[in-house]
C-alpha cells in the first residue's frame, strides 16, 4: 500500500520534474535566439559566428533541462524509494 | 500488441560480466567503448601514418578533426599552454563523439542479447561518470604543474569568502559533466524509442538526424568545458 502511494507520487514528481525543468530554459531559449536573430539581421556577415555561439549556448541551456529530466528519469526507472 | 520494434525502452538494465564475486562488469558498455576505442584509433593511424603534401581524402578528413580539436583547445587555454593539454581534450571529445555516434549509427538491435542491450557507452552513467571525474583530476594536475602550491589561491579568489562556493564548485563541475551528457544520450535514445514504438516507420528518421546533431555538439561541449576548466585554473 505504501509503496503504491510512493510510486504514484513519484510519477507526478517526474512529470513535475519536467515541466518545470522546460519552463524555465524554454524563455531562455527564446530570448538567446532572438537576440541572435536581432544581431544577424543588424550584421549579416557575423552570421557564422553568432551561430557557433549560439548553438553552443543553446546547449548549455540545454543541460538545465536535462537535469530535470535525469531526475525524472531517475524517479521512473531507478526509484530510490521503492522496494529494497 | 507486438510490433517489430528496432529500439526498445529499457533504462537501467546491463548485461553483467562476473569477474570476481564482487567486480562486475557491464559487458555491453565495455564492449561498444572497446570497439568505438579501435575504431578511433585505427582511423587516426590510417590518416597520419602516410603524410603527404598534397592530403588525400583520408589526411583531409583527419587534418579537418586536428583543427577542430586544436580551436577548442587554443580558445580555450590560450597559445601559451594549449598544445600541453591538446592530447587529452582531443581524446575526450573523440571518444564522446564516437560512442555517441556508435550508439545511434550501428543497428545494434540485430544483435540479440540476454539481458540490456547494445547501445552508446555514454548511455551507461558509468562511463560519462568516469570521463567527467577524468577531467577534473586533469585540471586539478594541470593546476599543480603549472601552478605548484600557488594553486590553491585560485580558492581565494576573487575574495575570502567565496571559499565555500569554489570548494563546492570542484564537486558540481564533474557531477554537472556527467549527468549532462548521460542525460542527453539518454534522451534522444528515449525519444526515438518512444516515436518508434508509436509509429515504427520513417518518421522516427528526423529525430534521429537531431539526435545526432545534438549528440556531436554534446561531444563538442564537453570537451570545450574540460579544456575551459583546465584553462581557467592555469590562467
Redesign the interface.
Known amino acids: 500500500m505504501v509503496d503504491s502511494i510512493v510510486s504514484a507520487a513519484s510519477v507526478v514528481a517526474a512529470a513535475i520534474a519536467v515541466g518545470f525543468a522546460g519552463l524555465g530554459p524554454g524563455i531562455g531559449q527564446g530570448n538567446a535566439a532572438g537576440q541572435a536573430v536581432e544581431g544577424i539581421a543588424r550584421q549579416p556577415e557575423a552570421e557564422g559566428k553568432i551561430r557557433g555561439t549560439l548553438?553552443?549556448s543553446l546547449?548549455?541551456m540545454?543541460?538545465l533541462t536535462?537535469?530535470g529530466?535525469?531526475v525524472a528519469?531517475s524517479l521512473?526507472?531507478?526509484n530510490p524509494f521503492v522496494g529494497g | 500488441m507486438y510490433t517489430f520494434l528496432l529500439s526498445k525502452i529499457e533504462?537501467?538494465a546491463h548485461l553483467y560480466v562476473d569477474l570476481t564475486e564482487n567486480l562486475h562488469l557491464h559487458g555491453e558498455t565495455v564492449f561498444v567503448s572497446a570497439l568505438v576505442v579501435t575504431v578511433v584509433s585505427l582511423f587516426l593511424i590510417a590518416g597520419t601514418s602516410n603524410l603527404q603534401k598534397v592530403p588525400g581524402n583520408l589526411q583531409n578528413l583527419v587534418e579537418v578533426v586536428y583543427e577542430t580539436v586544436k580551436s577548442i583547445a587554443l580558445t580555450q587555454m590560450g597559445p601559451s599552454y594549449y598544445s600541453q593539454f591538446l592530447p587529452f581534450t582531443a581524446t575526450i571529445f573523440l571518444f564522446v563523439l564516437g560512442s555517441n555516434w556508435a550508439g545511434a549509427l550501428i543497428p545494434w538491435k540485430l544483435i540479440e542479447l540476454p539481458e540490456g542491450e547494445l547501445s552508446a557507452p555514454t548511455n551507461d552513467i558509468n562511463t560519462t561518470a568516469c570521463l567527467a571525474l577524468l577531467t577534473s583530476l586533469s585540471y586539478f594536475f594541470a593546476g599543480f604543474k603549472i601552478k605548484g602550491i600557488g594553486y590553491f589561491k585560485r580558492y581565494v579568489k576573487p575574495a575570502l569568502f567565496l571559499l565555500p562556493i569554489n570548494i563546492v564548485e570542484d564537486f558540481t563541475k564533474p557531477l554537472?559533466l556527467n549527468?549532462?551528457l548521460?542525460?542527453?544520450v539518454?534522451?534522444d535514445e528515449?525519444t526515438v524509442a518512444v516515436i518508434c514504438s508509436l509509429v515504427p516507420f520513417i518518421v522516427p528518421v528526423p529525430i534521429m538526424m537531431l539526435g545526432l546533431f545534438?549528440s556531436s555538439?554534446?561531444a563538442?561541449?564537453f570537451s570545450?568545458l574540460a579544456a575551459n576548466y583546465i584553462g581557467e585554473v592555469i590562467e
Open positions: 548553438l553552443l546547449a548549455f540545454e543541460s536535462i537535469y529530466l535525469v528519469l521512473l526507472f531507478a | 533504462v537501467g554537472s549527468f549532462r548521460f542525460g542527453n539518454v534522451a528515449l545534438a555538439i554534446q563538442l561541449i570545450t
